[in-house]
């Protein structure tokens, strides 16, 4: 008896199956490609200003920073208006005030979050901890040197210093490296941790040899933008340090210039041609600095993370 139903090969979908699969009503597609060109025009939208930013920014800051006295001396015995005079004095305090709160806000920002996402299991602490964390995310850069003012100089009697400014840069780098790295925690797979585990290996050893490892890009990263952010503020260095055209290497002597300081003093110095060269100058200079440590991470990062 013969049999009058068809075999279809498995390997060749049905003409059912096509149409399901493959047919897209013309509603769908509209819908689809302007959601497309929304997404350029947004992404367009966004480069505008940053590239009008940086294209100011090295157009006009370009020119002071490309002679080797910019980079090797200070603005000492050199009056604002004038000509003349480099930035050493401030990138020199811009390292020393940005190093102080490194030092201190990686390690206690990574280890705050190893806590939180390997040790906490949602207690109190953890609870406590992270409202904590949220609510130093949003604080100003303002109200954390006035913290500092206020307890550093007024209560304990210190002296306006590079230091008071590093102490307020921890404020604001802490939290952003708490975050962060939080997150990037989070991300690694759990199967990583059960495996290491069902191997014998201890926790912190997974921890250091598994998880920080497979998640150092994405922290690298978000070190580099916090001490992006900090590097960059104005509101700690006009609060608790003085102004000073000499170069000074202690964060405990005194006035301590620094990139935005100098910004600040050259706002104020008028509008001359040369002032205006050095205000730009140093921008450009505090932007120089940070793409350089941006990459430098970027090569530590694929030099020490996991290889996928």
Do not use: C
């Given at each position: 008896m ?6 279809v090969s498995p390997d060749t979908p ?8 493959t047919?897209?009503?013309?509603s ?16 367009l939208?966004?480069?505008?200003p ?6 100011s920014v ?8 490309l ?8 603005q000492?015995g050199?009056?604002?208006?004038l ?11 811009t390292?020393v005030?940005?190093?102080?709160a490194?030092?201190?806000s990686i ?9 939180l996402v390997?040790y ?6 953890a609870?406590?901890t992270t409202f904590m964390v949220?609510?130093l995310?949003?604080v ?11 307890a ?15 102490l307020?840069?921890i ?9 962060n ?13 059960e495996?290491?585990y069902?191997?014998g290996?201890?926790k912190w050893?997974?921890i250091?040899k ?10 690298v990263?978000?070190i580099?933008l916090a001490i ?12 608790l ?5 000499t170069i000074s290497?202690s964060p405990?002597?005194g006035?301590?210039?620094s990139l935005?300081?100098?910004m600040l003093?050259m706002?104020?110095?008028?509008t001359?041609?040369a002032v205006l060269?050095k205000?730009?100058g140093?921008a450009l200079t505090l932007?120089?600095?940070?793409a ?7 090569i530590?990062?694929?030099r020490?993370?996991?290889?996928q």
């Open positions: 013969t049999s009058n139903v068809n075999t049905s003409l059912g199956r096509q149409s399901a699969f047919h897209i009503s013309r769908r597609k509209t819908t689809n490609s302007v959601a497309t060109v929304a997404v350029y025009v947004a992404m939208i966004a480069l505008i940053l590239v009008w930013v940086l294209w090295i157009s006009r800051g370009l020119e002071p920073i002679t080797a006295e910019w980079w090797t001396t200070s000492r050199v009056l604002y208006h000509a003349g005079g480099g930035a050493l004095h401030a990138i020199i305090g390292f005030q940005t190093l102080i490194s030092v201190v390690p206690v920002g990574i280890f705050t979050a190893i806590y390997e906490s299991r949602g207690g109190r602490l609870r406590t949220d609510i995310s949003g100003p850069s303002i109200v954390a040197a006035l913290f500092i003012y206020a550093w100089i007024t209560m304990f009697g210190f002296n306006r210093s590079g230091f008071a400014v590093a307020s840069l404020l604001l780098m802490v939290p952003v490296v708490i975050k790295t939080e997150e990037m925690l989070r991300v690694v797979p759990a199967d990583l941790r495996a290491s069902a191997l290996v201890p050893k997974t250091y598994i998880v920080l490892p497979t998640a150092m890009s994405g922290i990263t978000g580099m992006a952010r900090v590097m960059g503020e104005s509101a700690p260095v006009l609060i340090v003085g102004s000073t055209q290497w405990l002597g006035p301590q210039s935005p300081l100098m003093d706002y104020k110095a008028g001359s041609a060269d205000l730009w140093a932007v120089l600095i940070i350089l440590l941006n990459i430098g991470a970027r530590i990062s694929a020490f993370s996991v290889k």
